[in-house]
Antibody, heavy 121, light 107 residues
Framework: EAHLVQSGGGLVQPAGSLRLSCAAS????????MNWVRQAPGKGLEWVSY????????YYADSVKGRFTISRDDAKNSLYLQMNSLRAEDTAVYYC??????????????WGQGTLVTVSS | DIQMTQSPSSLSASVGDRVTITCRAS??????VAWYQQKPGKVPKVLLY???RLESGVPSRFGGSGSGTDYTLTINGLQPEDFATYYC??????????FGQGTKVEI
């Protein structure tokens, strides 16, 4: 069975940086498109970023564009999210998520355990 | 970007009830809709995809329907473990996968 184990996160000051990691196991990581999704405290789910197989194509939500960078290392079966210029509104639980299927069968079928990022002075 | 308007934002129901949650997309998303369940403090879990296809292992009391811009999640015979928050998500527009605002199902 697929597993996504996240690390990183924690408390960071405004304008600071943080890097999240996600280690995949139990499936062929290089064969899947991956995403980051976040959830602010008491709020709903927000898609943050996408990376294609091979890492050629990346996309970002407008709210993080220019500040966050998604990347992957298929040799290490790992996904990353580099977060710079962090703001209070970036405070959230961040999830590493696998995308399964093609249109119209796409869904986020495996989720990491989530890691809390708190931006505060 | 496609907007997903989910309703209601919350509802009260009893064990055994039939519950319906709707999602309206701002444009035709040709059945590329998934539904998720999230319990407090837990990771979201996919229930349905392609509007009506049940994810493996999900009980058959969960069902989905719809087309075009309007989609529905139905729970037939609500069980105690179904009290949670439910989210719809469009996966038609690549790759800004918009979620609905969520529906909290309470006792």
């Amino acid at each position: 069975e697929a597993h996504l184990v996240q690390s990183g996160g924690g408390l960071v000051q405004p304008a600071g940086s943080l890097r999240l990691s996600c280690a995949a196991s139990g499936f062929s990581f290089s064969s899947y498109e991956m995403n980051w999704v976040r959830q602010a405290p008491g709020k709903g789910l927000e898609w943050v970023s996408y990376i294609s197989k091979g890492g050629i194509t990346t996309y970002y939500a407008d709210s993080v564009k220019g500040r966050f960078t998604i990347s992957r290392d298929d040799a290490k079966n790992s996904l990353y999210l580099q977060m710079n210029s962090l703001r209070a509104e970036d405070t959230a639980v961040y999830y590493c998520v696998r995308l399964q299927g093609g249109v119209p069968n796409r869904r986020f079928d495996y989720w990491g355990q989530g890691t809390l990022v708190t931006v505060s002075s | 970007d496609i907007q997903m308007t989910q309703s209601p934002s919350s509802l009260s129901a009893s064990v055994g009830d039939r519950v319906t949650i709707t999602c309206r997309a701002s444009q035709d998303i040709t059945n590329a809709v998934a539904w998720y369940q999230q319990k407090p403090g837990k990771v979201p879990k996919v229930l349905l995809y392609a509007a009506s296809r049940l994810e493996s292992g999900v009980p058959s009391r969960f069902g989905g329907s719809g087309s075009g811009t309007d989609y529905t999640l139905t729970i037939n015979g609500l069980q105690p473990e179904d009290f949670a928050t439910y989210y719809c998500q469009q996966l038609q527009v690549y790759p800004t996968w918009t979620f609905g605002q969520g529906t909290k199902v309470e006792i």
